[in-house]
């Protein structure tokens, strides 16, 4: 099991939303850790107490102790977690974890179906050997499926789906991503966090709190479907393995999550996680 944030990170940020066809790190994140800890200082960090946007489509209220990035700082905070830039990502940060939000503009997907999470885990693990295949095409390190940390399920009051996986690096370590989908009338948004596994359920549960302030604006709301809508292609079971990307290919479900690679922060993770806790403190 990883003990520190920046190993965590190395493997977790963006685990599932990264697509093929990205770049490589961008080559504008510095390495130093020092220089990495002033670049992040630069950002425009919205401290809590305060009301945040979530592109337009939905608020959060960013708490004390907590900040917040839009999303030209995010694109920003991506590069020097040394990720692939992003436009219409937003950060919101806690003492000792992140999550990165971003909405998908795919329809409404209906939440009728029941989740067999048995059969989600064999479909992800049939999944390992072809996206080990992209992830060496793309110099990356294999990872390999080991099972749930959360077994994927769906809160019809909230609207939330959430799993969390656990997987095994090349280097034989254990990571968990932990993700959730906060369904829309237009789309899904996508929050994925990043944590220190050793505090892993303690932010699990700091973020699910940080969640109840999460509001879609109004006519973006999941009860304000109207027939003539546009409905999304799949349902809860393909929002698991991969949401659009699973209908993007005809190939079916095991060429689609081939394509997902997960981009690391290398270097920079002690310097965020040692950023993060003095901009905790200064909140």
Do not use: C
């Amino acid at each position: 099991m990883i003990h520190h944030l920046g190993r965590v990170a190395l493997v977790s940020v963006l685990a599932v939303s990264v697509l093929a066809g990205a770049s490589p790190a961008s080559p504008q994140a510095p390495s130093d850790p020092e220089q990495i800890r002033r670049e992040l200082g630069k950002l425009a960090w919205q401290r809590g107490p305060t009301d945040a946007r979530v592109g337009a489509v939905a608020t959060l209220k960013v708490a004390e102790g907590q900040a917040f990035l839009d999303g030209p700082n995010t694109r920003r905070f991506l590069e020097l977690n040394q990720n692939p830039p992003r436009d219409d990502h937003y950060t919101l940060a806690g003492g000792r974890w992140f999550a990165v939000f971003h909405f998908e503009n795919s329809g409404y997907v209906k939440d009728d179906e029941k989740l067999d999470a048995d059969e989600l885990l064999r479909t992800l693990q049939a999944s390992d050997e072809p996206s080990n295949q992209e992830r060496k095409r793309l110099g990356m390190p294999a990872m390999y499926t080991l099972g749930w940390h959360v077994p994927p399920h769906y809160d019809p009051t909230t609207k939330q789906l959430e799993w969390g996986m656990r997987i095994r690096t090349e280097d034989n370590e254990t990571i968990v991503n932990y993700t959730i989908r906060l369904l829309g009338r237009r789309g899904v948004v996508k929050a994925t966090l990043v944590s220190d596994p050793a505090r892993l359920d303690r932010d699990i549960a700091d973020f699910r709190n940080a969640l109840t302030t999460y509001s879609f604006t109004g006519g973006e709301r999941y009860a304000e479907f109207r027939a003539g809508d546009r409905v999304a292609e799949y349902g809860l079971a393909a929002l698991v393995l991969g949401g659009a990307a699973v209908v993007a290919t005809k190939s079916g479900f095991g060429k689609a999550i081939a394509k997902f690679v997960v981009i690391g922060v290398a270097a920079a993770g002690s310097a965020i996680a040692g950023f993060f806790r003095r901009l905790r403190r200064r909140s």
